[in-house]
Structure formats: C-alpha cells, structure tokens
C-alpha cells in the first residue's frame, strides 16, 4: 500500500537549472496537489488538478510548471531554479470533496 | 477566500497534562477542517476532520478537537500529553466546496514539546 509517492527525497540544484519532481499515487484519487513548506509560513499551494487534463494555479505558482497526463502522476517541474525556490515540497491526492488529503514523504530541494 | 490562524508557534507541556493547540479560520461558506502532524522528516499525518454533526470530533492518537462556529475555532485537545506527542501540528480548511478545485489552506503550524 505505497500512498502518495515522491521522488527525489534531497535534490540540490543551480541556480538557473531546471528539474522535475516527481508524484505518484496508487488510490486512484481524482485530486492531486503541490504545496511548499516554508518555516512559520505553513504549506502554501502551488497547482493543483481536480483530474487528469485538468490543471490549475494555486496560491504560489510562479516558476513551477504542472501536467496530469494519467490519474495517477502528477510531476512539478521548475523551469529555471531560483534560491528563492529552496524549500521542502509535499505532493497530496485526496478522493471524494468530503475526504482527508494524504501526503507524500516530500522533497527538500535547495537551490545555490 | 479561505484563511487559517494558529496564535502559537510552540506550547510547552509536561508529560501527563492536558494540551491544547489552538487554530481559528476564516470562510465563507461551512467549513472542512483537519488536524495534521508532522514528525521530523516526515510527511504530514492526518489526525482528524471536522466535515458536519458533532462538534466534538475524535482522532488518532487520543486527539480530539472542537469545532466553534461562534468562535470559528477548531482546537486540537489531548487529555494527557505524552513525549512522543512532541511534533509540527498544522491546522488546515476547506471551504465547502463551490467548485471541485478547492483545496487545503494551512495555517503555519504549531510545534508541541512535550517534556518528561
């Protein structure tokens, strides 16, 4: 029973390079979201997609690209790494509107 | 829009007290609220909702919260504290939901010690 799956656990980037992280879910859950953590600020969303095809915009999504090309993936990419992305990334799915959202183990990527 | 306060950014307990981690919010329409915990490097637990009916609401780990539509608080609430309780507590809502797309607003989290 894997959940929600991220990969890379640690990722160091340059400034100016650009990666993808990685998100899968095997509970067959219609919505599926990133959010950044960042000390004192919470978990702030950055996309999210209520299916596949389906993408939106979230709070902080400046910098980050998304796509839901099957129900279960649901990749962040970042075009061009600023220090300013350095942060832990949690990727989330949750199924039915009146249902808990389970998160992944996240990503802590810093950007020099 | 949809926003979430926790006032503390850490509460100190004693090992066998009560505690409470405080979280009020701001919708508007009814709200959807959640307890999460986080351990160190770890991802986020969920611990318990608040969806409709009682206003006490149980969860894992001996955590129960109640919800206050007067106050618009949703405070988290353990009879008696342990170590291993010690974590990052965030709070989060939901507001029913108008459209399908909306999603989790976190407050920025509570960090609980609890001390032997």
Known sequence: ?112 | AQSVAQPEDQVNVAEGNPLTVKCTYSVSGNPYLFWYVQYPNRGLQFLLKYITGDNLVKGSYGFEAEFNKSQTSFHLKKPSALVSDSALYFCAVRDTPQNAGNMLTFGGGTRLMVKP
């Open chain 1, 1 to 112: 029973n894997a959940g929600v799956t991220q990969t890379p656990k640690f990722q160091v980037l340059k400034t100016g390079q650009s990666m993808t992280l990685q998100c899968a879910q095997d509970m067959n859950h219609e919505y599926m979201s990133w959010y950044r953590q960042d000390p004192g600020m919470g978990l702030r969303l950055i996309h999210y997609s209520v299916g596949a095809g389906i993408t939106d915009q979230g709070e902080v999504p400046n910098g980050y690209n998304v796509s839901r090309s099957t129900t279960e993936d649901f990749p962040l990419r970042l075009l061009s790494a600023a220090p300013s992305q350095t942060s832990v990334y949690f990727c989330a799915s949750r199924g039915q509107l009146n249902t808990e959202a389970f998160f992944g183990q996240g990503t802590r990527l810093t950007v020099v």
